[in-house]
T-cell receptor, first 112, second 115 residues
Framework: NAGVTQTPKFQVLKTGQSMTLQCAQD?????MSWYRQDPGMGLRLIHY???????DQGEVPNGYNVSRSTTEDFPLRLLSAAPSQTSVYFC???????????FGPGTRLTVT | KQEVTQIPAALSVPEGENLVLNCSFT??????LQWFRQDPGKGLTSLLL?????REQTSGRLNASLDKSSGRSTLYIAASQPGDSATYLC??????????????FGRGTQLTVWP
């Protein structure tokens, strides 16, 4: 049982490039989320999903896109990277709203 | 909108002390409150989860309490050790309207325990 996995661990992008951050969980969790963590700002919700085919926006969704075609995977797409998207990105999952939230190890993204 | 505040922002104590970390939230419509630990450059590790109907949870040297009506939680760490040094984050999960199923975080308390 690997829990929540994220790839890559580190990434450097140039402004304007696009990329996809991968997130997968093997716990059969319906609820999955993406957060970004910035110094002095704490963790903020980008997008979340309550099941395959269902996604919704969080607090800071601009510049990011998500889809959920399977229960296991929840990729986050940066459409056109900007320096303001330099951050650490965490994926999380839970079995239900009342359940423990499990976090992945994070992806550290730098946009130059 | 749900807002979560943690006090103090930083704490430095000698080994062996008993500690209290505080968390407050503005909207009592929550499913639960979760305390996490984060080591530098690492992900979040869940320490304790308190459902909205519960008053406290314990795990080893950690005890967390919840007073939903006043919007407060405390994390009590007994007999602190240098290995407890980390950032402790508090988060609440909303249970209605636009907050439904969303996790709201405080900015954390950075704890240093010196030998």
């Amino acid at each position: 049982n690997a829990g929540v996995t994220q790839t890559p661990k580190f990434q450097v992008l140039k402004t304007g490039q696009s990329m996809t951050l991968q997130c997968a969980q093997d716990m059969n969790h319906e609820y999955m989320s993406w957060y970004r963590q910035d110094p002095g700002m704490g963790l903020r919700l980008i997008h979340y999903s309550v099941g395959a085919g269902i996604t919704d926006q969080g607090e800071v969704p601009n510049g990011y896109n998500v889809s959920r075609s399977t229960t296991e995977d929840f990729p986050l797409r940066l459409l056109s990277a900007a320096p303001s998207q330099t951050s650490v990105y965490f994926c999380a999952s839970s079995y239900s709203p009342q359940g423990i939230e499990y976090f992945g190890p994070g992806t550290r993204l730098t946009v130059t | 909108k749900q807002e979560v505040t943690q006090i103090p922002a930083a704490l430095s104590v000698p080994e062996g002390e008993n500690l209290v970390l505080n968390c407050s939230f503005t909207d009592s419509a929550i499913y639960n409150l979760q305390w996490f630990r984060q080591d530098p450059g690492k992900g979040l590790t869940s320490l304790l989860l308190i459902q909205s109907s519960q008053r406290e949870q314990t795990s080893g040297r950690l005890n967390a309490s919840l007073d939903k009506s006043s919007g407060r939680s405390t994390l009590y760490i007994a007999a602190s050790q240098p290995g407890d040094s980390a950032t402790y984050l508090c988060a609440v999960k909303g249970n209605r309207g636009s907050t439904l199923g969303r996790l709201y975080f405080g900015r954390g308390t950075q704890l240093t325990v010196w030998p």
